[in-house]
């Protein structure tokens, strides 16, 4: 079966600070990754995805993140935080291909950006 | 365009009584998806629907977990009898596609408590 590990439960910078979360899976063969945001009171939202192509993959917020094969993992990071970014951060992994596949989460990381 | 809605928002019950809750998908997505989300750990996939269709339930625990959707658009997930252990924030989440790496668009969750 599938898992996803993120390193960092809390995570407390000060703002323009450089941000890099880590996650690593397990799963041998292809895959889509995720990171999904959800910011204090609001729903889960996706940040960013990857499917095939580009490994470096910029989502929103000037938020990007790595897909490393070689290492099966995909961290999240941005070059300066702000306050606003303050929010609990999830990876996810699917597998790849047409059919239906199931979304696997970690566990999360709070991220707290202290003005 | 509307989001993917929940009610109820919060639900307080004991435990051996019987809790439902109900989902309504963005207009058009195909796929429903329940998630159950305890403190501390990612959402996990307990049901997932392809129209009206049953794709994978293999986190669902049967014994008590029961879900339906009704016409391919709306859904309830139903706990009976409730558990302590099934107090967490439960999630809806849809999406367009009918397989594939499609982004899940979120619902803001009901929270159970089970006492």
């Known amino acids: 079966a599938q898992s996803v590990s993120q390193h960092n439960h809390h995570v407390i910078l000060s703002e323009a600070a450089s941000l890099e979360l880590g996650c690593n899976y397990s799963?041998?063969?292809?895959?889509?990754l995720f990171w999904y945001v959800q910011y204090p009171g609001q729903h889960l939202q996706l940040l960013l995805k990857?499917?095939?192509?580009?490994?470096l993959v910029k989502g929103i917020k000037g938020f990007e993140a790595e897909f490393i094969k070689s290492k099966f993992s995909f961290n999240l990071r941005k070059p300066s935080v702000q306050w606003s970014d303050t929010a609990e951060y999830f990876c996810a992994v699917s597998e790849g291909g047409t059919g239906f596949q199931k979304l696997v989460f970690g566990t999360g990381t709070r991220l707290l950006v202290s003005p | 365009e509307a989001g993917v809605a929940q009610s109820p928002r919060y639900k307080i019950i004991e435990k051996r009584q019987s809790v439902a809750f109900w989902c309504n998908p963005i207009?058009?997505?195909?796929?429903l998806y329940w998630y159950q989300q305890i403190l501390g750990q990612g959402p996990k996939l307990l049901i997932q629907?392809?129209?009206?269709?049953?794709?994978?339930d293999s986190q669902l625990p049967k014994d008590r977990f029961s879900a339906e959707r009704l016409k391919g658009v709306d859904s309830t997930l139903k706990i009976q009898p409730a558990k302590l252990e099934d107090s967490a924030v439960y999630l809806c989440?849809?999406?367009?596609?009918?397989?594939?790496?499609?982004?899940?668009?979120f619902g803001p969750g009901t929270r159970l408590t089970v006492l």
């Open positions: 207009s058009g997505h195909a796929t």
């Open positions: 799963y041998g063969g292809t895959v889509n």
């Open positions: 989440a849809s999406s367009l596609g009918a397989g594939g790496p499609g982004e899940q668009f």
């Open positions: 990857y499917f095939s192509g580009d490994p």
């Open positions: 629907f392809q129209n009206n269709g049953v794709v994978d």
